[in-house]
């Protein structure tokens, strides 16, 4: 039985991946490390009193701890690989910072980070109706470095306070900052502290590099992998929006995401990519690509390179599913009385899932073959298929016509005992390597 043409051919790949590749790319100047918009949860003990605000990141201020203090903040990108996230807290009337001045006075929030990102730095400043206190005196214990200039925030500052340290993407919790006899560090500066009524400290994170693991996309298998074979990284910081490729031939840069493989042999070849976010990557190993080891270099928008060693084989044999039970993704080839009828699914949607959709092994007179798809099989001089345990013949195994990295393997026909058997397990074995287990349903 010839190949099914490319207007008949199960787009499997495009199906499985339907749910995220309707993602747009996101425009972003910076890298986004704290989200404009994100939640943020803002309090402190005698700022002038005990209180807590949820609200968000964002430049519109904001009244909080019922009307007391005056809360926003700002975003100032470095490059495209940090940036820093400033943090403005007023007084509202002209108040005190604190309503007893012999107390500390202890910042408290909750924020996200979009990212994995470095901590790197942190700027503080007092200020009297927006002129930072100057001279500033160091009275505050560690805290050191008072200097006119700083990166963050115009005017006499504390810039460098030790505070550094890894973060995970998700939310960060308790991040403090305490001040100690705030007064007195007002007072020591020549400044009546009845009067001091701002405070602004500036957050520095840097992007940690992209940091993944790659395995194949049927089955997210780690092994050899096939040149050609459609393999998917995961990881952090993979990239800063998120896209699909939509045109033939694959780009080899999505939203400002490349990869390269560098074989064995020294070979570097650009990979060609179908879909990129910030914790996925869906790619395929360059045709030509060595058997060996290979390392995979992906370098995002930030420009920050992180590298993985792989290993490649001649094939990595994977079928793909259309749910997380395994329904293979194939299609039914009828043949009834020698002519062959239309092509049948073996799923149908069920509400928001794909489920089986029993074949019919019809009458004596018919012949239902199989089409599967999977990857990293077209290399194969061997190729062989049960199903329910029963051996099937594969009358083709080979690349999918008109598709990128997709291969087909045709079978059949199917033997008449299993009508009736319900779900019943496929299994496919290229060059005595075997693929991932999946089903079909039969009536």
């Known amino acids: ?27 972003q100047t910076g890298p986004g490390i704290i989200p404009i918009g994100s939640p943020l949860t803002f309090g402190g003990a005698n700022v002038p009193d005990n209180y807590s605000a949820v609200t968000t990141f964002s430049s519109t201020q904001r009244f909080v701890d019922t009307g007391a203090v005056k ?51 942190v700027v503080n400043q007092w200020l009297v109706s927006g002129t930072p206190v100057n001279p500033l005196t160091n009275g505050i214990g560690t805290i050191c470095c ?10 006499e500052a504390y810039y460098g306070s030790g505070f550094s340290g890894a973060l995970p993407a998700g939310v960060q919790t308790n991040w403090q900052q305490i001040f100690v006899d705030p007064y007195s560090l007002v007072s020591a500066g020549g400044i009546n502290p009845s009067t001091a009524n701002e405070f602004i400290f500036a957050l520095h994170f840097t992007l940690q590099p992209p940091m993944f693991t790659t395995a194949l996309a049927t089955a997210y298998q780690v092994e050899p992998f096939a040149p050609e074979a459609i393999v998917a990284a995961f990881g952090t910081n993979l990239t800063v929006g998120t896209a699909p490729a939509t045109t033939i031939p694959l780009p080899t840069s999505l939203s400002g995401t490349s990869i390269t493989v560098t074989d064995s042999v020294g070979v570097t070849r ?92 019809g009458s004596t007179e018919d012949q239902i073959y199989l089409a599967l798809f999977g990857t990293g099989i077209r290399n194969a001089t061997n190729v062989t298929v049960t199903v329910d345990g029963i051996s099937v013949p594969v009358l083709f195994a080979g690349a999918a016509p008109g598709e990128v990295g997709e291969d087909q393997v045709n079978i059949g026909p199917l033997p008449r005992s299993l009508q009736g058997q319900g779900t019943v397990n496929i299994v496919l074995t290229a060059d005595s390597q075997t693929a991932n287990t999946v089903n079909v349903t039969f009536q």
Request: glycine share 8%; charged share 5%.
């Open 1 to 27: 039985m010839p190949a099914p043409t490319r207007p008949q051919l199960f787009a499997a790949t495009a199906l499985m991946f339907a749910a995220v590749l309707s993602h747009s790319a996101l425009a």
């Open 71 to 121: 809360i926003w903040q700002e975003q100032i990108p470095t490059g495209i690989t940090g940036e820093w996230d400033v943090f403005y807290l007023q007084i509202a009337n002209n108040g005190p910072l604190a309503g007893d001045a012999n107390s500390d006075w202890n910042i408290t929030m909750d924020y996200t980070t979009s990212q994995a990102a470095y901590f790197d730095q």
């Open 146 to 155: 008072a200097s006119a200039s700083n990166p963050a925030v115009p005017g």
């Open 270 to 361: 650009p990979a060609s990519l179908y879909y990129v976010s910030p914790l996925q990557v869906n790619y395929e190993i360059p045709l030509g690509t060595a058997v060996g080891a290979a390392t995979v270099t992906m370098t995002p928008t930030s420009g920050l390179a992180g590298t993985e060693t792989i290993q490649i084989g001649t094939v990595s044999p994977g079928l793909f599913a259309l749910n997380s039970s395994g329904l293979v993704a194939a299609f039914v080839l009828p043949v009834d009385s020698g002519v062959q009828e239309p092509y049948q699914a073996v799923y149908q949607v069920s509400g928001q899932s794909l489920v089986p959709l029993p074949v019919d092994l």
